[in-house]
Nanobody, 125 residues
Framework: QVQMVESGGGLVQAGVSLRLSCTASGVTFSRYAMAWFRQAPGKEREFVAALNWSGDNTYYADSVKGRFTISRDNAKNTVYLQMNSLKPEDTAVYYC??????????????????WGQGTQVTVSS
């Protein structure tokens, strides 16, 4: 049974940092590309960042480029999202996702095989 559990969300003020974590079980983690998506109230789920199976290649949405960093530790079956200089518009539920194709370039929700339950990030102004 595949499980992906996010943690690290919370209520913060604009300008501060948060680090999200997502730990997977029930899969060979190193054989999956991983990504973070987010969904704000009333909006569709959107791509945030992704990386390939090894972590050598990373991809970012323009809205977070230069502020967020995605990374992974295959020994810990965990993917991270370091979020700096947070803005109120970053407020959303953040989801991690796994893609068995390993490349990590997809920005499309339907191309991901497994999802976590989400963690809330709220940024106040």
């Amino acid at each position: 049974q595949v499980q992906m559990v996010e943690s690290g969300g919370g209520l913060v003020q604009a300008g501060v940092s948060l680090r999200l974590s997502c730990t997977a079980s029930g899969v060979t983690f190193s054989r999956y590309a991983m990504a973070w998506f987010r969904q704000a109230p009333g909006k569709e789920r959107e791509f945030v960042a992704a990386l390939n199976w090894s972590g050598d290649n990373t991809y970012y949405a323009d809205s977070v480029k230069g502020r967020f960093t995605i990374s992974r530790d295959n020994a810990k079956n965990t993917v991270y999202l370091q979020m700096n200089s947070l803005k109120p518009e970053d407020t959303a539920v953040y989801y991690c996702a796994a893609d068995r194709r390993m490349i990590g370039a997809s920005r499309l929700t339907y191309e991901y095989d497994f999802w976590g339950q989400g963690t809330q990030v709220t940024v106040s102004s």
